[in-house]
């Protein structure tokens, strides 16, 4: 499985764990959905960089995750970021096939108006990891 695979299926199950998120969304997608009703989550695709040293294999990812609702005002959508941004937090730090997040840190978060009563929930990462070759 691909550092790429590895990080999605850990995000998406870090997400899905944390109750006060799974239970507010209808979905946790890893792309647009073609069909789902609002609130759910959509995890973008990861920006990867060489993150090694001298004997260490690693990568630097930047990954947004972007949660979409409906209404008049954004009310309910800063709950649901909210508890995105503490499920990324308690994400395990061991991701499997050897690879170990170093550090999680948010970058920048906003919610921006998509047309008539549709918003979006924006929240962005860099994830440090290393890979054991144990």
Known sequence: M?????????????????APLADGVTGIFEAPPV??????????????????????????????VMLHDIGERPARLRALVGAAEDAMAAMPRVLGEGWAVASIVMLRSRIVREGEARWI??????????RSEL
């Open 2 to 18: 691909s550092v790429q695979d590895v990080l999605q299926a850990a995000i998406k199950a870090a997400l899905e764990g944390h």
């Open 35 to 64: 069909r789902s009703a609002p609130p759910y989550a959509v995890i973008g695709e990861s920006l990867f960089t060489d993150w090694g040293a001298k004997a260490l294999s690693g990568r630097e990812a930047r990954v947004a």
């Open 121 to 130: 929930g924006t929240s962005e990462y860099r994830l440090r990891m290393l």
